[in-house]
């Protein structure tokens, strides 16, 4: 099962009790789906996310359930320093994303961030029915198996970049 929790700007904020709501719906699919399948089955949780405290924490609360990717510096994929009227993307950045983002995708059921077209991308890709689940950080969702949205749900919903103004 992926889990996919957008930090965003605030990806260096140690108050990862604000994303408990996704860890809730991951473990609330995980219960019906142990209900429906053996005893014996066991489900195992990939977690991307921007911020390295969230998935320090998450590691330590859920050990060996949670495989997420904790050795390297996390940057954004599209992380950049800006040069005068050129940004220099990070390689290494952008190419880890894009191995999350497929392995994300390879997931039996995904828990995305509702605000993140990244998670939803990859959920999208893994083109499966009944296996996506929208959750928005601090409000409480209901991950009953039957309240997967749908893949066109998914098409048509707007996430991705949040556009900033400034004060010019």
Known sequence: MGDHVLHGDDSNDPDIGRYKNFFNCAKQIENALLEK????????????????????HASETYGAKLITRLNRKLEHSFGHQYTNTKAHASI?????????????????????????????????????????????????????????????????????????????
């Open 37 to 56: 399948e053996e005893a014996s089955a066991k489900v195992v949780w990939l977690l991307i996310s921007d911020s390295h405290a969230l998935r320090q």
């Open 92 to 168: 290494e950045g952008f190419l880890e994303a894009v191995g999350e983002h497929w392995l994300f995708g390879l997931t039996d059921k995904q828990v995305v961030d509702k605000d993140s077209g990244y998670g939803q991308s990859a959920a999208y890709r893994s083109f499966r029915k009944g296996s996506i689940f929208f959750v928005t950080s601090g409000v409480q969702a209901s991950c009953k198996i039957e309240d997967a949205v749908t893949i066109k749900t998914v098409g048509y919903t707007r996430a991705g970049v949040k556009l900033r103004h400034s004060k010019h």
